[in-house]
């Protein structure tokens, strides 16, 4: 069974730029999540999809940051405009079932994004 | 506002032994609890979930402890290998999204 997959692995950008993160979620899975994780934190969740509707969105910078999943499936993070602060790893998730019905959450690889 | 905190931040054993991983949260209205495992430069790696009416568990070295009425859990490892070097991240999740400790920083030397 394929995993996560994510894209693109690394990205450096100058702040004020824009950038982009895809992600495809493992076949079949509903629920679909953004994190973000500092360096030396622990993940933080920016937005949970259920299929193609939000379900949570309250840590999201929303003046900078977007997330759509409209066909349910895989689903793109922009950030515009970048600031320094926004270097971390974008890590996407998905589980087969919002986990508070007991789904178990699968991580990719994340992509590491540099602000400059 | 649940959180986590995971004891000790960082974690030198040497190869062979046996060790445990701590994690406390502070709402114990929560559905299950996950450990993961995170290589460096990598994604997150589940190791056990435990939902929150079991009490612990198992999968090969590792065990999983669930106490939720004193917000705890504790990761055993048996017999720890060099390979096993890694950090070790718990979350759990409740009525509020999956909410993760810092993690614990392991190292396990030849």
């Known amino acids: ?116 | 506002k649940q959180e986590v905190t995971q004891i000790p931040a960082a974690l030198s054993v040497p190869e062979g032994e046996n060790l445990v991983l701590n994690c406390s949260f502070t709402d114990s209205a929560i559905y299950n609890l996950q450990w993961f495992r995170q290589d460096p430069g990598k994604g997150l790696t589940s190791l056990l979930l435990i939902q929150s009416s079991q009490r612990e568990q198992t999968s090969g070295r590792l065990n999983a402890s669930l106490d939720k009425s004193s917000g705890r859990s504790t990761l055993y490892i048996a017999a720890s290998q060099p390979g096993d070097s890694a950090t070790y991240l718990c979350a759990v999740q409740g009525n509020t999204p999956l909410v993760f400790g810092k993690g614990t920083r392991l190292s396990v030397i030849a």
Do not use: M
């Open chain 1, 1 to 116: 069974e394929a995993g996560v997959a994510q894209s693109p692995r690394y990205k450096i950008i100058e702040k004020r730029q824009s950038v982009a993160f895809w992600c495809n979620p493992i076949s079949g899975h509903a629920t679909l999540y953004w994190y973000q994780q500092i360096l030396g934190q622990g993940p933080k969740l920016l937005i949970q999809f259920q299929n193609n509707g939000v379900v949570d969105d309250s840590q999201l910078p929303k003046d900078r940051f977007s997330a759509e999943r409209l066909k349910g499936v895989d689903s793109t993070l922009k950030i515009q405009p970048a600031k320094l602060e926004d270097s971390a790893v974008y890590l996407c998730a998905s589980s087969l079932v919002n986990p508070s019905n007991t789904g178990e959450l699968f991580f990719g690889e994340g992509s590491r994004l540099t602000v400059l």
